[in-house]
């Protein structure tokens, strides 16, 4: 059953049964998560809407192998390039176990199964918070390691954020990026960086699709009366952050991931959480009223 946490002018409605997606998060009423195809869409085709978690890894991976995996690309859902895309697809509506419930607070977890260790045969868990509070929403995700290997740790989430009634040439933004990884016309790291600007304004026709590894402070959504604030950082487990905001959409996306793509192949940013070890990665949404 879907859980809805409610605090102040807040409120957000999470899917445990289906793969743990954020599927609303409204202020005053008006829905601040792009919608897209909504769910039939995301469980037919891990096509994101709302906040999806990209697990057990985020974004593309070069090829059907990594390390000494082999996938089988029968089984393994590719994105519009046809390379391995967010794990597969193999969590995409999977069941979750709710472990505690409140008026602001919602934990709930998934543990490693057999078509999880098929395409990441590390065992693990999986364990997401969800805390509202009257100024935003936190979102808290622990990897521990289960078993006897340690765990790379890759996963990552993909919120979509908009505001109500607002239209992408009225849709003011700040993106205080710095570095970015370049990628290939696959969307893969080359191994290059490159140091950028990007002038707060209208998103307008700007067409986003990079990855960073340097920031400096908050990603800002302003219009309609209101600013939406997403924060993370690599201090919090999250060195990566994505952005994406294809023309003709009214919704950015700013990604939190614990490696860029493809580091299960490269291994370049990869962590590993030892036996026994918890991975804690946290991003935070602030909503508020302004003039």
Known sequence: MPVTLRCGDLETTWLPEHGMVGASLRHRGGELLGQRGGLD????KGSAF??????????????????????????VKGGDVGLP?????VLVGREWTVRERSEHRLRAAVTADEALLAVFPFPHELEVTVELRGT??????VLTATGDAPVPVAFGWHPLFTLPGVRRDG???TLPVSRELVLDDRGIPDGRRQTVVIAPGALDERDLDAEYDGWDGDVVLRGGGRELRVRFAAADGYPIGHLWAPRGEDFLAWEPMTAPTNALV???GLQHAAPGERYTATFSVAVRSIS
């Open 50 to 75: 709302g906040i999806p978690l990209l697990a057990p890894w985020a974004n593309r991976l070069d090829g059907l192998r990594y390390g000494d995996v082999r996938l089988d690309a029968a089984t």
């Open 85 to 89: 895309k967010d794990g597969g697809g």
């Open 171 to 173: 849709l003011q933004v």
């Open 266 to 268: 490269s291994g370049v």
């Open 136 to 141: 935003g929403l936190e979102v808290i995700t």
């Open 41 to 44: 869409a995301y469980l037919a």
